[in-house]
């Protein structure tokens, strides 16, 4: 099979989390193998595994290899292997900074068709990196130590929350590690450009 690195952002909702980064599987080819998709990903191989039935169900000679990796080591990885025997067909994260430099530093092949045309063009990128799903960021809080009438609806009223006279949440507030979540980073550089 031809290197076709086409980049789809975002991350399936994981029901489970069983495998650990670092897990490869194997998808043997439904029919005689004449090709081989590697896939490096994010998103948990139990999950993405319902995805790989279905475009064997449509390619069954198509051995697919997938391996699960976290954000950060997917972007190093393809940097420094993108020459080599290794170097996967499809990259699969929810890094959407990361995956965007990948394409404008001219790391992806544009790829066309019926199925790309039908998706919205706020969720294509020169035709060579796709969204494929959202990724959901919630806030959570605990209903005996802040008053409903506090509750931030947005983030911004979090942050205006979070800079407070007297600051009421003061090591009380838990979110992403910005070094080794992309999802959490990308975020963060949104709220520093607000």
Same mark, same amino acid.
């Given at each position: 099979? =031809?290197? %076709?690195?086409?980049?789809? %952002?975002?991350?399936?909702? @994981?029901?489970?989390?069983?495998? $650990?980064? #670092?897990? *490869?599987?194997?998808?043997?080819a439904?029919?005689?193998?004449?090709?081989?998709? /590697?896939?490096?990903?994010?998103?948990?191989?139990?999950?993405?595994? &319902?995805?790989?039935?279905?475009?064997?169900?449509?390619?069954?000679?198509?051995?697919?290899?997938?391996?699960?990796?976290?954000?950060?080591?997917?972007?190093?990885?393809?940097?420094?292997?993108?020459?080599?025997? !290794?170097?996967?067909?499809?990259?699969?994260? !929810? #890094?959407?900074? +990361?995956?965007?430099?990948? &394409?404008?530093?001219?790391? $992806?092949?544009?790829?066309? =068709?019926?199925?790309?045309?039908? *998706?919205? =063009?706020?969720?294509?990128? /020169?035709?060579? @990196?796709f969204?494929?799903s959202?990724?959901?960021?919630?806030?959570?809080?605990?209903?005996? $130590?802040?008053?409903?009438?506090?509750?931030?609806?947005?983030? /911004?009223?979090?942050?205006?929350?979070?800079?407070?006279?007297?600051?009421?949440?003061?090591?009380?507030v838990?979110?992403?590690?910005?070094?080794? =979540? !992309?999802?959490?980073? +990308?975020?963060?550089?949104?709220? $520093?450009?607000?």
């Open positions: 099979m =031809s290197r %076709l690195l086409i980049l789809l %952002l975002g991350v399936l909702l @994981a029901p489970s989390l069983i495998a $650990a980064p #670092g897990d *490869v599987q194997r998808f043997p439904q029919g005689v193998a004449t090709e081989q998709l /590697r896939i490096h990903g994010t998103t948990d191989i139990e999950v993405f595994a &319902v995805v790989i039935a279905d475009y064997q169900r449509l390619h069954p000679g198509t051995e697919v290899v997938y391996e699960d990796i976290i954000t950060q080591d997917l972007y190093a990885r393809f940097l420094r292997d993108r020459n080599t025997a !290794s170097t996967p067909d499809l990259l699969i994260s !929810s #890094g959407m900074d +990361l995956q965007t430099k990948l &394409v404008n530093d001219g790391h $992806a092949l544009p790829h066309r =068709s019926p199925q790309t045309e039908a *998706v919205p =063009s706020w969720a294509k990128w /020169r035709n060579e @990196a969204g494929i959202y990724e959901p960021v919630a806030m959570v809080y605990n209903t005996r $130590a802040l008053p409903a009438a506090n509750v931030p609806h947005t983030r /911004r009223q979090l942050l205006d929350l979070l800079r407070a006279e007297g600051a009421p949440l003061r090591g009380k838990g979110t992403y590690d910005i070094e080794r =979540s !992309s999802v959490g980073y +990308l975020l963060a550089t949104q709220d $520093a450009q607000r």
